[in-house]
């Protein structure tokens, strides 16, 4: 007889929100293990930028799915699902809970109700794609895009490549919209566990934002992007979108000065909380009202209420 799946919460929210602080709270008082839910957080040696959980708090709880590739590997949701399912059967096999926390709101899909995972990727069409956007700038990509996937392309930022890229490429070599994927229908497959989401004012949470930026450039965020900028072999498609070291990387090039270059890489994270929040107003969430770093407390306890963990 096979042992039952162990309990399951997920815990999301935007960028900066403090859903790490409150994962690692839960976890804490339930004896549970942190599963990763982040695009970014797999790759070693990219630290800072990926605000990637202390050493000491790695050292207090289990993390699973950080550091598990090298960077100039392409990782995408195809290769984030087997591992997050094995991790989890390595849960169920020694009667552990498990905390899956992160902001990447297509893997929190995924895992809940499944998701296309699409063409798999013709980096030839991409190149060329990559080719035409310099050429004739971004937002004529992001037009041809409007044109054919209206929906895609009012959730895409006109500046974001890697996805405009990624929809067109999608509708080229599968006819379909990546819009469809993105939508819930109205009777959405129940979650695998209960999904809670923090939910701070705007203002907040750019406030928040800015001030972590500025914690992790005195950490060493310019180091660590001039290492990975300079790294042989270099930063993978994927790898290479992270919000900072673009932003650092576009700056150094430019002879932006450090702080012009910290105010692109707030502005980006700003942009790219908006994105998030966007996916998860679509997410029939539990949400997770918070304001102050008090509050961290203070939802553990709902949360473990509300799970049946406490």
């Known amino acids: 007889m096979t042992s039952p799946a162990p309990p399951l919460l997920f815990i999301t929210g935007p960028t900066a929100s403090g859903k790490g602080a409150l994962a690692f709270e839960v976890a804490k008082r339930s004896g549970a293990e942190i599963i990763s839910l982040d695009s970014m957080k797999v790759y070693r ?3 800072i930028a990926s605000a990637k959980p202390s050493p000491e708090r790695r050292a207090a709880i289990p993390h699973h799915l950080i550091d598990i590739v090298d960077p100039d590997v392409d990782f995408s949701l195809a290769e984030y ?7 989890v059967r390595d849960l169920e096999r020694r009667g552990r809970r498990a905390v899956a926390c992160g902001g990447t709101a297509l893997y929190l899909k995924a895992l809940w109700s499944g998701v296309s995972l699409g063409a798999p990727p013709d980096w030839d069409f991409r190149k060329r794609l990559e080719e035409e956007a310099a050429v004739e700038g971004v937002e004529a990509l992001h037009a041809r895009l409007r044109a054919r996937d209206p929906d895609a392309a009012l959730r895409i930022d006109a500046a974001d490549l890697r996805r405009i890229v990624r929809a067109l490429e999608v509708l080229e070599k599968t006819g379909r919209r990546i819009s469809s994927e993105w939508s819930w229908g109205a009777d ?7 999904v809670f989401a923090i939910e701070r004012p705007r203002d907040e949470l750019y406030a928040r934002i800015e001030s972590r930026v500025d914690r992790m450039i005195e950490s060493g965020l310019f180091e660590e992007s001039r290492r990975l900028i300079a790294r042989v072999p270099p930063l993978s498609r994927s790898a290479s979108q992270l919000i900072g070291y673009k932003e650092i990387h576009a700056g150094l090039a430019a002879n932006l000065s450090a702080e012009e270059i910290a105010a692109g890489v707030k502005q980006a994270t700003r942009r790219f909380a908006k994105r998030q929040l966007t996916w998860f107003r679509k997410m029939p969430l539990e949400k997770l009202e918070a304001s102050g770093e008090a509050d961290i407390e203070r939802l553990a306890t709902r949360v473990l209420e509300s799970a049946g963990w406490s």
Do not use: K
């Open 45 to 47: 040696e990219i630290d």
């Open 81 to 87: 699902l087997p591992r997050y399912r094995e991790a």
């Open 188 to 194: 959405p497959a129940p979650p695998p566990g209960p």
